[in-house]
């Protein structure tokens, strides 16, 4: 699992729109790379739509924003569609990134467990080092608080 001052693992995934994003890529931009469980679900459609309500914000400072889920491109498209949003969708379906960034973990509901992504976010600065992390997010709010992040890095 990834700490601050390390660099962030990089990734090659396919994105919504069927184009392929790489992080290292993206350098010497700062990115807000953003793990969540399931398009179209309640917490992460808000989370989703709060990041495109400041999309033009995180923008002006330089900022690339990239939610990931194990959902496909197909779903991803669809999700955007459905919502109207602004921000970068990648499909990593296998869960190697999940893995890489410490996010596919074990979790419970109702009595059982299963593995599933844990709501994360990483800012990664632009020489690709992670400088902030927040880890368990609660949906609501959160945005407010990684740009917050942002304008004091």
């Known amino acids: 699992m990834p700490s601050i ?3 962030a693992p990089d990734f090659t995934l ?19 790379v ?5 398009d179209d679900t309640t917490g992460c459609t808000i989370e989703a739509k709060d990041f495109t309500a400041l999309a033009a914000d995180f923008a002006a400072l330089g900022v ?12 991803h498209d669809k999700f955007v569609k459905k919502h109207d949003l602004g921000v ?10 999940c893995e890489d960034y410490g996010v596919w973990v074990e979790k419970q509901m109702y009595g059982k467990t299963y593995m599933g992504i844990e709501r994360a976010t990483f ?9 902030q992390d927040w880890r368990k997010v609660s949906a609501k709010g959160h945005v407010d608080a990684v740009l917050a992040a942002v304008r004091g890095a």
């Open 5 to 7: 001052g390390d660099m």
């Open 14 to 32: 396919p994105r919504d729109g069927g184009a392929t994003l790489s992080l290292s890529g993206l350098r010497p931009a700062r990115v807000v």
């Open 34 to 38: 953003y793990f969540y469980p399931k």
């Open 64 to 75: 690339v924003v990239i939610g990931i889920s194990k959902d496909s491109v197909k779903a």
């Open 88 to 97: 970068i969708l990648a499909s990593d379906e296998g869960a190697q990134t």
């Open 123 to 131: 800012l990664i600065g632009a020489d690709g080092r992670i400088v």
